[in-house]
């Protein structure tokens, strides 16, 4: 466990179980504490109660773009400053669409590796990370 990622709180969404579990259990080993959700149509109440020091949203949500939740992060006054990766397995989308503002997009399938080095950059600096 790296000292830097105690007490931080990581908010997990992606209505793959399978997915959200992976990630969720790999952050936890790395010494964050998450809470994952498979789905939700407003973002704000979760990241109200939770405070989360990063966000993780796929980008394709049952009922829900994930590409706009983060967007709409990104322009509330109160979580603008939260660092968001959008992930997805249609990186094309991006393209052609934009990065809603993300910090960092990541393709899936991911390399559990590099998820973990640019949650770490993310929770640690104010920089913007290579990842």
């Known amino acids: 466990m790296i000292p830097e990622t105690k007490h ?3 908010l997990v969404v992606d209505d793959d179980n399978d997915i959200l579990e992976v990630m969720q259990e790999a952050l936890r ?3 964050y504490e998450v809470s994952g959700l498979q789905r939700t149509d407003n973002i704000f109440p979760d990241i109200i109660q939770y405070q989360p020091d990063l966000v993780i949203l796929d980008y394709l949500l049952a009922g829900v773009n994930g590409g706009e939740l983060c967007h709409q992060i990104k322009i509330n006054r109160h979580t603008e400053k939260i660092p968001v ?3 997805s397995a ?3 989308v991006l393209q052609s669409l934009g990065d809603y503002g993300c910090n960092v997009f990541i393709p899936k399938p991911f390399d ?3 998820l973990i080095d ?3 950059k993310l929770t640690t600096s104010q920089s913007q ?3």
């Open 29 to 31: 080993y790395e010494g």
């Open 8 to 10: 931080k709180k990581i």
């Open 118 to 120: 640019c949650v770490q």
């Open 85 to 87: 990766i959008l992930m």
């Open 129 to 131: 990370p290579e990842c």
């Open 90 to 92: 249609y990186p094309r």
């Open 112 to 114: 559990l590796s590099n």
